[in-house]
C-alpha cells in the first residue's frame, strides 16, 4: 500500500489542523493505520492509530482529548483532526500502515506515508 499525507501548515497555538492520509491499493480496510510524529533532533514517536474498522483507537497521552483519528475506508483514507493545538506539537506528521494489532511503534509498521509538516506557533 502507499501513502499520501497531506494537510500540514502554520497554525497558531489553540488553532486546529485536519491531516489526511490516501492510501493507494485496495486493501486499506486490511490495515491498522498509525499517526507518528518527528520534532527536529527527536525521534518518531506514536500519536495515534485506528484498527481496520475503526472500533479501536488509541491515543498518546499527550494528545488525548485534544486529537481525533477517524478512517473512511471507501475512500481509503485515515484522518487525525487536532484541536487545541500547543507549540509542542510542531513536527512532521507521518502516517503508517500495519497488519499488528496495537502496535505503538515504528518498527511495527510496514508501510509510511511522506510525512506532512507542522507548525504551531506560539
Known amino acids: 500500500v502507499q501513502l499520501q499525507a497531506s494537510g500540514g501548515g502554520l497554525v497558531q497555538a489553540g488553532g486546529s489542523l485536519r491531516l489526511s492520509c490516501a492510501a493507494s491499493?485496495?486493501?486499506?480496510?486490511?490495515?491498522?493505520m498509525g499517526w507518528f510524529r518527528q520534532a527536529p533532533g527527536k525521534e518518531r514517536v506514536f500519536v495515534a492509530s485506528?484498527?481496520?474498522?475503526?472500533?479501536?483507537?488509541y491515543y498518546e497521552d499527550a494528545v488525548k482529548g485534544r486529537f481525533a483519528i477517524s478512517r473512511d475506508n471507501a475512500k481509503n483514507t485515515v484522518y487525525l483532526q487536532m484541536n487545541s493545538l500547543k507549540s509542542e506539537d510542531t513536527a512532521v506528521y507521518y502516517c503508517?500502515?500495519?497488519?499488528?494489532?496495537?502496535?505503538?511503534?515504528?518498527?511495527?509498521?510496514?508501510?509510511w506515508g511522506q510525512g506532512t509538516l507542522v507548525t504551531v506557533s506560539s
Open positions: 503508517a500502515a500495519t497488519s499488528v494489532v496495537l502496535a505503538t511503534t515504528p518498527s511495527e509498521y510496514n508501510y
Open positions: 491499493g485496495r486493501t486499506f480496510s486490511s490495515y491498522v
Open positions: 485506528i484498527s481496520q474498522i475503526g472500533a479501536s483507537k
